[in-house]
């Protein structure tokens, strides 16, 4: 015995079928994670990005792609500008780390491009609008930067002179990196990169962190930016806040706990 069913009942059964696949088809592409973002190092004055080579590794381990531009170290608004370049590149959301220096150059650059998700300050600047690297270091006196600094005048492009900054390098190894080994800062002092000074003079304009969530690591030995000076910038910018005991070199003397900030960071960056 065949039993018919009417055409009506099923045509309503496969759209019902239909109806149930394509709701578990999206149940499970909402499901998915976002995709990692790429981790986008900018490092600051008196080092480049091989510092950050402990860091960069860690996070390659774990999937992430991490680019680390050189910082130009020319003035924080053509410096913002060409990291902001180098973001344009860059397909798909993007947490940006800046350390010192490059704190500042990140809170300027981020507001050039769309995607970033998240800032991380290690050790860094991080300006208000109007607000120079100046301002903070004035603010917190007990910085020792300003005491040790080498000026060497330089002709720019358009024929003008200005002064570029390294630190002395007999109070490198106390002042940038105490708790690095010696014969380690000691090369590092040779092969500083220059800041030019007017960088530290310029005026931030409307900060990122007023709009984009934030990450800060703070090292409790930092000579250069000071502990106060960069808990209150953290504070100001509603920063999750880590502490630990290093100089304002911890991306290499504690690569481990700044690269879980950053994994932090970037972590919910992508829930």
Same mark, same amino acid.
């Given at each position: 015995?065949?039993?018919?069913?009417?055409?009506?009942?099923?045509?309503?059964?496969?759209?019902?079928?239909?109806?149930?696949?394509?709701?578990?088809?999206?149940?499970?592409?909402? %499901?998915?994670?976002?995709?990692?973002? $790429?981790?986008? &190092?900018?490092?600051? @004055?008196? =080092?480049?990005?091989? #510092?950050? !080579?402990?860091?960069?590794?860690?996070?390659?381990?774990?999937?992430?792609?991490?680019?680390?531009?050189?910082?130009?170290?020319?003035?924080?608004?053509?410096?913002?500008?060409?990291?902001?370049?180098?973001?344009?590149?860059?397909?798909?959301?993007?947490?940006?780390?800046?350390?010192?220096?490059?704190?500042?150059?990140?809170?300027?650059? %981020?507001?050039?491009?769309?995607?970033? $998700?998240?800032? &991380?300050?290690?050790? @860094?600047? =991080?300006?208000?609008? #109007?607000? !120079?690297?100046?301002?903070?270091?004035?603010?917190?006196?007990?910085?020792?930067?300003?005491?040790?600094?080498?000026?060497?005048?330089?002709?720019?492009?358009?024929?003008?002179?200005?002064?570029?900054?390294?630190?002395?390098?007999?109070?490198?190894?106390?002042?940038?990196?105490?708790?690095?080994?010696?014969?380690?800062?000691?090369?590092? %002092?040779?092969?500083?990169?220059?800041?030019?000074?007017?960088?530290?003079?310029?005026?931030?304009?409307?900060?990122?962190?007023?709009?984009?969530?934030?990450?800060?690591?703070?090292?409790?030995?930092?000579?250069?930016?000071?502990?106060?000076?960069?808990?209150?910038?953290?504070?100001?910018?509603?920063?999750?806040?880590?502490?630990?005991?290093?100089?304002?070199?911890?991306?290499?003397?504690?690569?481990?706990?700044?690269?879980?900030?950053?994994?932090?960071?970037?972590? %919910?960056?992508?829930?």
């Amino acid at each position: 015995m065949s039993l018919s069913i009417p055409l009506r009942v099923r045509g309503a059964v496969v759209v019902t079928a239909l109806a149930l696949t394509l709701g578990l088809m999206s149940s499970d592409a909402s %499901a998915q994670p976002a995709p990692k973002p $790429t981790i986008v &190092v900018v490092h600051g @004055a008196f =080092a480049d990005a091989s #510092g950050f !080579s402990s860091v960069t590794g860690r996070l390659q381990d774990r999937g992430y792609t991490v680019v680390a531009p050189a910082n130009p170290l020319r003035g924080l608004a053509s410096d913002a500008a060409y990291i902001a370049g180098v973001l344009k590149t860059i397909n798909g959301p993007m947490v940006l780390v800046g350390h010192s220096y490059g704190g500042a150059v990140i809170t300027e650059a %981020a507001t050039q491009v769309t995607g970033v $998700t998240a800032l &991380v300050y290690i050790d @860094a600047l =991080a300006p208000d609008e #109007g607000e !120079s690297g100046a301002d903070i270091l004035k603010r917190f006196p007990d910085s020792e930067i300003l005491k040790v600094l080498v000026p060497r005048p330089f002709v720019q492009p358009d024929g003008t002179q200005a002064i570029d900054g390294t630190i002395d390098p007999s109070a490198f190894p106390r002042i940038f990196a105490e708790d690095v080994p010696i014969r380690i800062t000691r090369r590092m %002092a040779t092969a500083q990169r220059p800041l030019a000074l007017g960088a530290l003079e310029e005026k931030s304009t409307a900060p990122a962190w007023k709009t984009i969530p934030s990450w800060s690591l703070i090292g409790s030995l930092d000579r250069i930016i000071t502990p106060p000076a960069q808990r209150f910038m953290a504070r100001r910018a509603h920063a999750h806040t880590v502490e630990i005991k290093a100089s304002h070199a911890s991306f290499l003397s504690r690569p481990k706990a700044v690269t879980s900030l950053i994994l932090s960071a970037a972590g %919910a960056a992508r829930r």
